[in-house]
């Protein structure tokens, strides 16, 4: 499934919670009690409700502090630590620490301090971490490609715990560097933090508007702001690709060169720190005949559009390349996540995958290292199958 999000008004945290929700309400009751798991105090109450303006109807969701200790500077380590130790599930904890760590790390650049000193003041509340926690919980629900139109600029300033800050702030403009936007003529944030983090963590691919596919369903959420004679909403439309359920579809670049003068030692310890690039997908190699009859090696990388202008740098850092072949390709990927399994031999982690329908799963190889022999990891191979895939018809 491929999620568009339409930035009419903005995007904050609670926007995307309900634009999410306002398409499956039915996740509205799993995603309160993940917060829950987190650590959010029972007073604290949680709201879904429809809502109109003068011309839009979707969702808004709240959260009501009323009666709770104010939670101001709330160190960042002391979040994540919460986090860690809490019984979200494992997809769920990490996509929230991610968040978080993107907002203390543009904290710490934006006011020169070590991430391990950030205290978060705003984004410290408890309808902040609700907010994020339940997008985390949301994006690995979806478990979806995403994309976006245009990010609406803003103007203005706004009051903060760091006094008068331009819009959009410059934790927001740190997190989004390389995204486009468009100047409306409305004053006002539009893009918080938070909702700036969110888009940080999601890495959509930004376009004017939602590719091919099937719309499946579509969800308004609101913001709390009223802007003149514009809604201020976060649209999501949901599609399946070519009406196929269960796949996804989305832009990658394939790089290739070839290389005959680099020892093949040295080329792995290259080819690992190019592997290690947080958008490359994947590195190969194959053996070739090259110019005079020459043993030569083809490299082949596939990466994201993501700063794909660093991988191309990488590679002529790392190899002895002196030149590089690119194009934009499409694929196509089922829908995957990750759970975690336990059974009578070990514990891990497994990648589960929706094939028409059918769920099936891969155990994770590193945790496959500790059990010894090649029979004993086709029986726990088996095993785990038996118990967590969908049987066939």
Request: charged content about 25%; glycine content about 8%; overall charge negative.
């Amino acid at each position: 499934m491929r999620i568009h999000l339409d930035p009419i008004g903005g995007v904050a945290g609670d926007m995307f919670i309900a634009a999410i929700l306002d398409a499956k309400p039915e996740w509205y009751d799993e995603m309160c009690l993940t917060i829950r798991a987190a650590g959010l105090p029972k007073e604290v109450g949680l709201s879904l409700q429809p809502h109109t303006d003068f011309a839009l109807t979707g969702t808004r969701f709240s959260v009501d502090e009323l009666g709770v200790h104010e939670h101001h500077h709330t160190p960042f380590i002391k979040i994540r630590d919460m986090l860690s130790e809490s019984t979200l599930k494992s997809g769920v904890r990490q996509a929230a620490i991610d968040i978080f760590s993107l907002l203390a790390e543009a904290e710490a650049t934006v006011h020169d301090k070590s991430i391990e000193t950030i205290s978060f003041h705003e984004v410290g509340e408890w309808d902040s971490i609700a907010d994020i926690v339940g997008a985390a919980f949301l994006i690995d629900k979806a478990s979806a490609t995403w994309t976006i139109g245009a990010l609406p600029l803003g103007r203005g300033a706004v009051d903060t715990s760091h006094g008068k800050l331009p819009v959009p702030t410059p934790a927001a403009v740190s997190l989004l560097q390389g995204f486009y936007f468009e100047d409306d003529g409305l004053d006002g944030e539009r893009i918080t933090p938070t909702g700036a983090a969110i888009l940080s963590y999601l890495k959509p691919q930004q376009i004017g508007a939602a590719q091919g596919g099937k719309l499946v369903a579509s969800g308004t959420g609101f913001g709390t702001k009223v802007f003149p004679k514009k809604s201020n909403v976060l649209r999501a439309l949901m599609l399946s690709v070519d009406g196929h359920e269960g796949q996804s579809d989305d832009l990658i670049y394939q790089i290739d060169f070839d290389l005959d003068d680099q020892s093949a030692e040295d080329l792995a310890i290259g080819l690992d720190h190019i592997r290690s690039l947080p958008t490359v997908l994947d590195v190969s190699q194959t053996a070739l005949f090259g110019k005079k009859g020459r043993m030569a090696t083809g490299i082949r990388v596939l990466a994201t559009t993501e700063d794909v202008d660093k991988v191309f740098e990488v590679c002529f850092f790392e190899t002895s390349t002196i030149g590089l072949r690119y194009q934009e390709l499409k694929r196509m990927t089922l829908d995957r996540w990750e759970e975690s399994y336990v059974s009578e031999r070990s514990e891990g982690s497994c990648k589960f995958v929706s094939r028409s329908g059918i769920t099936t799963l891969k155990v994770e190889s590193d945790d496959l290292v500790s059990t010894k022999g090649y029979a004993n990891r086709e029986r726990l191979r088996r095993e785990i199958s038996t118990k967590y895939e969908t049987p066939s018809d």
